[in-house]
């Protein structure tokens, strides 16, 4: 369903009550399924909304949501939940600059590629993990980390994609590639 850009954008910054002086930037994320976390999506060059007369400039383009036909699986380093995410799901938030390093930070994600573990299946396995909670508890490269939260437990028993129930499996047998750009 498509929103009258105007009345999201009112929406949108009635939320996140600005101040007048600091600026807002567009970014994007969803609630998790299982605990409601945010799951922040990651952003190259988050967009920066312009005002006039104090009030937000409605630009559609800085709501861009996902096309209908989008989905992701994603993991919650949270909660451990697996899930798949459709585009619908996806909303925007109002940022305010000084925010901005936090989000950064939040926003880690890794596309992870690997075989189910159940013995015989070998199903491929896709998933996007935020691992932003490894790096303050841990050293190593980004791509360690997402093999580390694989590996936590928190994602033992979760129902795959192909049915069965997660298992960890040996580092050596997950591809990791991180995610910087916009997935849409």
């Avoid at 605990?35 to 559609?60: A, H, M, R, T, Y």
């Avoid at 437990?153 to 129902?159: E, N």
Wanted: hydrophobic share 35%; glycine share 8%; net charge negative.
């Amino acid at each position: 369903m498509n929103k009258d850009p105007r009345k999201e954008f009112e929406d949108l910054f009635l939320q996140s009550q600005p101040s007048d002086e600091e600026p807002l930037f567009v970014l994007f994320g969803f609630d998790c399924l299982g605990c409601e976390d945010i799951i922040w999506l990651p952003v190259e060059n988050p967009s920066q909304v312009e005002f006039e007369g104090g009030k937000p400039i409605p630009n559609s383009s800085l709501l861009e949501r996902p096309p209908e036909r989008w989905s992701e699986v994603f993991g919650c380093i949270q909660c451990g939940r697996i899930a798949t995410y459709a585009g619908d799901l996806v909303r925007p938030f109002a940022i305010p600059q000084s925010l901005m390093p936090r989000f950064r930070a939040c926003a880690d994600v890794y596309h992870v590629v690997f075989a189910c573990g159940e013995k015989g299946c070998r199903s491929p396995v896709s998933l996007h993990v935020d691992i932003s909670a490894f790096h303050a508890a841990s050293t190593g490269t980004g791509t360690e980390h997402a093999v580390a939260a694989l590996r936590s437990g928190v994602f033992d028993d979760q129902m795959l994609p192909c049915g069965h129930s997660y298992q960890r499996i040996p580092p050596e047998r997950y591809r990791v590639t991180r995610v910087t750009t916009r997935m849409w």
